[in-house]
């Protein structure tokens, strides 16, 4: 290969523009080995390798370009993809930080350094590099589109959605903008306006793997879901590796009560990845679906890491079951009500090896979890980062998260106690409450509620008060209203056009007075309920409840069967088809007539 250095140089950039890249690697090593310090060349070098996936080469390279001119800003940002497309990202992080010091002012290094920063979840960091990046150039499209994708994972979504239009004001035919866009949509329950973004992205850019994702997630959050299994398997086939495609069919063959199809989606993610927590995650609930409780509660662990369950930085060794007598352990509750009182039934079993027990809790459960369990130490704490309160325990040696306990007492169905109760509710507060029912005429009392919490399945598990109306209208029956929230609309409602009186109490309110609400449940005879908090204070205070739940319920009802492992006086009365509760209201009624 005759001719200068410039010359060879010259051919191998041509060659490279060309997309001929072996040609192009021939005349780069040939002009290094007469010119080792050219940096130019070794910088296209380690480049070409970035381009062609040999990562390792490409880190290598760039590496000895930086060494020789520590202020190449091309070769650093190079070198933090390298790192990124191997999975390093705190490496790729600490390189873009390190070209900072260089090139303060570099839009790029900032709009690289906040996504880097994004892909981590530190969104307070990926936020300031982004916003740093658009005011040194405020119209920098990569950068309002990363931004705004940060203010959605943050729920700014009023912030996010006008980057969006901003960035389509810029670049119109960005399928990048419009994917992001569609996500955004989705995160904003507007379901059609995330479909109609996805397929957008996709006129522009028709093999795109995030998008038609994307459309899967808008069309599965309408039911449609034989179009979303098409698209999540289009996405998979496209890339293979695509985690979020997989744990999104997985999402839907549990969502349509293919269980096992499920399963061997989420193995196969699990394969693809063995380090991502949120497949492991994921997996969890379809285990606990078919009562597979030890496998179970392996993956469930994973929402310690992943953010699905409140961890908390408290600094102690973690409990791995030891049975010492005389060391303090800490039982820290995470999630919510509910699961705090579905948990504590864990507690009889904890207490048979460990004499000294701190349990902290949400601060409304502390008066109900204090008489229920007078051999522990109850704290009733707001759950957040503030852990001053520990300063009057130093006793403490070791701790565990409340949930964590199943992974050692609730193994299999036989290892779940058949007690009546396990919670004690304040015995004047209940008396009360049987005085203000013995007053309403000595009829079968029965606590109702029908609409479920805030999560995804709000509306699967939830229904209007006027579809209870077989139930309602069942003779020698009186109903009491145990529903958080506002609804004197539909209770009023009920009564002018129906002339059926719910019971109801100014002073009853289960979101500000958990303990009282407790000893009103227990005064009850009964409680029918879709499934939430109150079905838990019912099963664990022995109240016979009768539990409504969907087709496809929350883990903790299970697959199949008409009693809950975790309460011994809860009845299950499961929908058999999607959306449709007539039969389910007409079973009810039928035998609560037969009360």
Request: aromatic share 10%.
């Given at each position: 290969?005759?001719?200068?250095s410039?010359?060879?140089?010259?051919?191998?950039?041509?060659?490279?523009?060309?997309?001929?890249?072996?040609?192009?690697?021939?005349?780069?090593l040939?002009?290094?080995?007469?010119?080792?310090?050219?940096?130019?060349?070794?910088?296209?070098?380690?480049?070409?390798?970035?381009?062609?996936?040999r990562?390792?080469?490409a880190?290598?390279?760039?590496?000895?370009?930086?060494s020789?001119d520590?202020?190449h800003l091309d070769?650093?940002?190079?070198?933090?993809?390298?790192?990124?497309?191997s999975?390093?990202?705190?490496?790729?992080?600490?390189t873009?930080e390190h070209?900072?010091?260089f090139s303060p002012?570099s839009?790029v290094?900032?709009?690289?350094l906040?996504?880097?920063?994004q892909?981590?979840?530190n969104?307070?960091k990926?936020?300031?590099?982004?916003s740093?990046?658009?005011?040194?150039k405020?119209?920098y499209?990569a950068?309002?589109?990363?931004?705004?994708?940060?203010?959605?994972h943050?729920?700014t979504?009023?912030?996010?959605?006008a980057?969006?239009?901003?960035?389509l004001n810029?670049?119109?035919?960005?399928a990048?903008?419009y994917?992001?866009?569609?996500?955004?949509?989705?995160?904003r329950?507007?379901?059609?306006q995330?479909?109609?973004?996805?397929?957008?992205a996709?006129?522009l850019?028709?093999?795109y793997?995030?998008?038609i994702?994307?459309l899967g997630n808008?069309l599965?959050?309408?039911?449609?879901?034989?179009?979303?299994?098409?698209?999540?398997s289009?996405?998979?086939?496209?890339?293979?590796?695509?985690l979020e495609?997989?744990?999104?069919?997985g999402?839907?063959y549990?969502?349509?009560?293919r269980?096992?199809?499920?399963?061997?989606?989420y193995?196969k993610?699990?394969n693809i990845?063995?380090?991502?927590?949120?497949?492991?995650?994921?997996?969890?609930?379809?285990h606990?679906q078919?009562?597979?409780?030890?496998?179970a509660?392996?993956?469930?662990?994973?929402?310690l890491?992943?953010?699905?369950?409140?961890?908390?930085a408290?600094p102690?060794?973690?409990?791995k079951?030891?049975?010492?007598?005389?060391?303090?352990?800490?039982?820290y509750?995470?999630?919510?009500?509910?699961?705090?009182i579905?948990?504590?039934?864990?507690?009889?079993?904890?207490?048979q090896?460990?004499?000294?027990v701190?349990?902290?809790?949400?601060?409304r459960?502390?008066?109900?979890?204090?008489?229920s369990?007078?051999?522990?130490?109850v704290?009733g704490?707001?759950?957040?980062?503030?852990?001053?309160?520990?300063?009057?325990?130093?006793?403490?040696e070791h701790?565990?998260?409340?949930?964590s306990?199943?992974?050692f007492y609730?193994n299999?169905?036989?290892?779940?106690?058949?007690v009546k109760?396990y919670?004690?509710?304040?015995?004047?507060?209940?008396?009360?409450?049987?005085?203000?029912?013995a007053?309403?005429?000595g009829?079968?009392?029965i606590?109702?509620?029908?609409?479920?919490?805030?999560?995804?399945d709000?509306?699967?598990?939830?229904?209007?008060l006027e579809?209870?109306?077989?139930?309602?209208?069942?003779?020698?029956c009186?109903?009491?209203n145990?529903?958080?929230g506002q609804h004197?609309t539909e209770?009023?409602?009920?009564?002018s056009?129906?002339n059926?009186?719910?019971?109801?109490?100014p002073?009853?309110?289960?979101?500000?007075?958990?303990?009282?609400f407790?000893?009103?449940i227990s005064a009850?005879?009964l409680v029918?309920?879709?499934?939430?908090?109150?079905?838990?204070?019912?099963?664990a205070?022995?109240v016979?409840a009768?539990?409504?739940i969907?087709?496809?319920p929350?883990?903790?009802?299970?697959?199949?069967?008409?009693?809950s492992?975790?309460?011994?006086?809860?009845r299950?009365?499961?929908?058999?088809?999607?959306?449709?509760?007539?039969?389910?209201?007409?079973?009810i009624?039928e035998?609560?007539?037969?009360m």
């Amino acid at each position: 290969m005759p001719g200068t250095s410039n010359d060879i140089l010259q051919q191998a950039l041509k060659f490279h523009q060309e997309g001929n890249l072996v040609e192009a690697e021939q005349r780069y090593l040939t002009l290094l080995k007469t010119s080792q310090e050219n940096t130019q060349a070794l910088f296209l070098l380690g480049s070409l390798y970035g381009q062609s996936g040999r990562l390792p080469d490409a880190i290598q390279v760039l590496k000895r370009v930086i060494s020789k001119d520590p202020k190449h800003l091309d070769a650093h940002n190079n070198l933090a993809l390298a790192f990124e497309f191997s999975g390093n990202i705190p490496q790729a992080i600490e390189t873009c930080e390190h070209a900072l010091r260089f090139s303060p002012d570099s839009a790029v290094l900032h709009n690289n350094l906040g996504d880097l920063y994004q892909k981590c979840s530190n969104h307070q960091k990926a936020e300031q590099h982004l916003s740093k990046a658009l005011q040194l150039k405020p119209d920098y499209e990569a950068a309002m589109i990363n931004l705004a994708i940060v203010y959605c994972h943050n729920e700014t979504f009023d912030k996010s959605e006008a980057l969006f239009k901003q960035a389509l004001n810029i670049n119109p035919n960005n399928a990048k903008t419009y994917c992001n866009y569609s996500a955004l949509s989705q995160s904003r329950k507007n379901y059609v306006q995330a479909e109609s973004f996805a397929r957008k992205a996709l006129e522009l850019q028709p093999n795109y793997p995030q998008a038609i994702s994307n459309l899967g997630n808008a069309l599965l959050r309408q039911d449609k879901h034989e179009e979303a299994e098409h698209c999540f398997s289009q996405a998979i086939k496209l890339k293979p590796d695509y985690l979020e495609a997989y744990n999104n069919l997985g999402f839907l063959y549990h969502n349509t009560t293919r269980f096992h199809d499920a399963l061997n989606i989420y193995d196969k993610a699990v394969n693809i990845d063995p380090n991502n927590h949120d497949n492991y995650w994921y997996r969890s609930f379809t285990h606990f679906q078919l009562g597979n409780f030890k496998q179970a509660w392996a993956d469930y662990e994973h929402g310690l890491k992943n953010g699905g369950r409140d961890s908390r930085a408290f600094p102690f060794p973690l409990w791995k079951h030891e049975t010492d007598q005389d060391k303090t352990l800490l039982v820290y509750a995470e999630q919510g009500i509910g699961d705090q009182i579905m948990f504590a039934s864990c507690l009889a079993d904890l207490l048979q090896t460990r004499k000294k027990v701190i349990l902290e809790c949400e601060r409304r459960l502390q008066p109900l979890f204090t008489r229920s369990f007078p051999k522990v130490r109850v704290i009733g704490t707001k759950q957040n980062s503030d852990l001053t309160w520990l300063n009057s325990f130093p006793e403490i040696e070791h701790q565990i998260a409340l949930g964590s306990l199943g992974k050692f007492y609730r193994n299999d169905m036989k290892d779940f106690p058949k007690v009546k109760s396990y919670l004690v509710a304040d015995k004047d507060k209940q008396q009360k409450w049987q005085d203000r029912y013995a007053m309403l005429g000595g009829k079968l009392t029965i606590g109702i509620s029908w609409q479920g919490g805030i999560n995804i399945d709000h509306n699967k598990r939830s229904m209007t008060l006027e579809s209870w109306l077989p139930i309602l209208k069942t003779p020698d029956c009186q109903f009491v209203n145990l529903q958080y929230g506002q609804h004197e609309t539909e209770l009023d409602m009920l009564r002018s056009k129906h002339n059926i009186i719910i019971h109801d109490w100014p002073d009853s309110d289960s979101l500000i007075e958990l303990d009282d609400f407790a000893a009103q449940i227990s005064a009850l005879d009964l409680v029918i309920s879709v499934g939430n908090t109150n079905v838990h204070l019912a099963g664990a205070l022995g109240v016979p409840a009768w539990c409504i739940i969907p087709l496809v319920p929350s883990w903790r009802w299970m697959a199949d069967g008409t009693h809950s492992p975790w309460y011994s006086s809860v009845r299950l009365y499961r929908q058999k088809q999607a959306d449709e509760w007539a039969t389910v209201i007409n079973e009810i009624h039928e035998n609560l007539s037969q009360m």
